[in-house]
Structures are given as C-alpha cells and as structure tokens.
C-alpha cells in the first residue's frame, strides 16, 4: 500500500452526508457499511450482488430516475473489475450522476491485499479520457468540507477519486445487504416518490 | 419476407415493444446485428444503451427495473456464460425481473441447441435450467407470441426470464 495521504472514510462520509437530501445512494461493501449507519434511509441501496457492479447499478438508476441525483460510492477494487463502465457512463453522460471511488489502495474485505497498480493508478485521469464531465480528487477533510458543495452541485457525469483508510469500525450485516426486506424497501421508496 | 421456418426480426422488435419494453442494452452479437441490433439502435421507439460487458447491462437492466421501467439486455451467449454470477447473484438470488435474449453464436443450422457440437451453444439452455431461469426457444416468426406474456409475468413476479434465439433473425 503507498503512503499516499488518505481521509478516514466515515468521516469523510459524514461531511458528504450533509450535503445528500434525497438522492439515491449505491454503495459497496466497506463504504456501504458505514454510508447506512451515517445515513439511514431508504434512498440506499447496497444490494449490488456481484462485486464491480455497484457503479452500473447506479447508471441505471440515473437513467430511469433523471430527476433524482444519484451518488455512487464504489471501491477502487470494485472500479478495476468494471472499468468499462466507465466509458458506457462517459457515453450515455448521465447529468445526475456523481461517482465517488473510495480509494484505499486494498481489498479491505478480503484480507487488505494491495489492489493492482494501487500507487501508480489515475483513476480520475481514466474517467475524464472515458468522458466525465469533471473529475476531483479528495484527501482532506477539510478540503473536502470546503469544496463538496461545488461538486455535487455541478452537472453530471462527476467523478471524485476518494481518496480513504479505514476509520472507526461499524457492523458489518451481510444479512441486511442481501436481504428482501432492503430492496423491497428501496423499491417502494422510489414509487413514492 | 418471413416464412413460417423463419424467425422476423421486425416481429420479435414489434414484440418486444408490446410488452412494454422502453431500453435495449446490448453488447453487438453477430446473430443478432441485422435482424435486431441495427433496426433497433435506429428505431426512435426504443432507447438503445450500448454497454461494454454485459454483467454492465445486467445492473443496468435490473435497477432500471426498480425504477419502473422495463428493458432488454440483448446478448450472445459468450457474454451470457460470462455474465453467470452477475446473473445469479442480482437477478436469481435477489428475485428481480432481468428479460435477456441470446444468440447463439456457432449454432448450426437446423439443429437444436441443446445438440449442437459446440459446447458454448450446448450449454446455454441446461446452464439456465440449473439457475432456475425460465427460458423459451424463438425458433420461428410464431414462437415470439411469448415475448409478451413471459416479459409481463417476469416483471409482475419478479423472476429473470431469458429468450434463446434458435436462428438468426431476418427482417
């Protein structure tokens, strides 16, 4: 792993969820954790089966919901199983879409084995050439304090390059991620609203 | 000019199309370029997401689901065998409706699928049987009266469903 200076994720999570109302949120595995307890709501979905998947769940959410902001938080090893979707975002350029890649240089949940490339990669560098309408990087809470407002503000497709360590430990309820009860309840709060 | 061993593309799309499905999103197939592929990326009914992988298309479909709209994800069966855990894991496990239709590139001519000599063909059709996924065989013009009501049951049940396309289709 580089030394490559990093937020811890819960508190960086926090300071986003100040600024989220009703967007949909898609989050995986360790930020997904964390992201429910931060902000409980039914907006959430965790639910993306299959790791790499949590950003193309999340287009498509755009896609069908084009008058809800949808924020994506995924993991830099889940973005190197998936980074076509990075181009289909870049092609189908969703405005409500905000692409957050919780980068901590690891497989957190497997053992924290170094992603490949972790301290030479340019994740924002592959989401602008793959047609992002911006790119950001974090890796101060305070700047991040500063300048969330500005991102999440701007027209979509967004790309941030998150840059995190582990934080404080939360409960890890695999039971509830893949659970009936969660989709069920993600899904009848988008036919509420 | 469809006959009755023929399979019409532009029946199946009309199909397609009652059965109240509004995006296309596919990986290009061979089998299905001219028949399909084409006349639906420039058909202005239908909204085409052309995606890079298809486990990509296979998020994309099913969260396109929970936001009340209904797709297609239009595949060959490499992708579908490369898809498998996508599959399994968001569309069997979780109970989402996720509509697919393979072609099966390598299928010889007037021969079942399930008795092709090439294993990628073979074993579609026994792959979706161990998954559980209702499946239906478009051979001709006429099998694709079962779009409508197995896409209808797929998404008021909440269960994948998938079209296996027997030949390539015409016009």
Known sequence: ?193 | MATDSSLSGAAVISAIKAAGIEYIVSVPDIVTSDGLLWPIARDPELQHIRVCKEDEGVSICVALGYCGRRSLLLIQNTGFLDSINAIRAIAVEYENPLCMMVGLQGKEADVLPTQSNKVSVRIVEPMLDVMGIEHHLLQTTSSAEAIVPAVDAAYQEDHPVCFVLGQSPGE
């Not at chain 1, 360790?30 to 965790?46: K, V, Y």
């Not at chain 1, 991102?151 to 979509?156: A, F």
């Open chain 1, 1 to 193: 792993m580089s030394d490559m200076k990093r937020m811890k994720r819960d508190a960086a999570l926090k300071i986003i969820a100040e600024h989220v109302d009703d967007s949909l949120v898609v989050a995986a595995y360790q930020a997904a954790f964390e992201w429910i307890i931060i902000r409980p709501s039914d907006c959430n979905l965790i639910a993306t089966g299959a790791m790499g998947l949590v950003s193309s769940h999340g287009l498509g959410l755009a896609i069908g919901r084009p008058d809800r902001k949808v924020i994506v938080f995924d993991g830099d090893g889940s973005l190197l199983m998936n980074l076509g979707s990075l181009v289909t975002v870049g092609e189908v350029e969703p405005k409500n879409f905000y692409h957050f890649v919780c980068n901590n240089g690891v497989y957190e949940a497997n053992g924290s084995h170094p992603t490949p490339g972790s301290d030479k990669i340019d994740f924002a560098g592959l989401a602008s050439a793959a047609g992002y309408a911006s790119t950001d990087m974090f890796d101060d809470l305070d700047d991040l304090s500063a300048r969330i407002p500005d991102v999440l503000s701007r027209q979509g497709p967004v790309f941030v390059d998150f840059r995190v360590e582990r934080g404080e430990s939360y409960p890890q309820d695999y039971g509830y991620m893949h659970g009936a009860e969660h989709r069920a309840a993600f899904k009848a709060a988008l036919r509420a609203s």
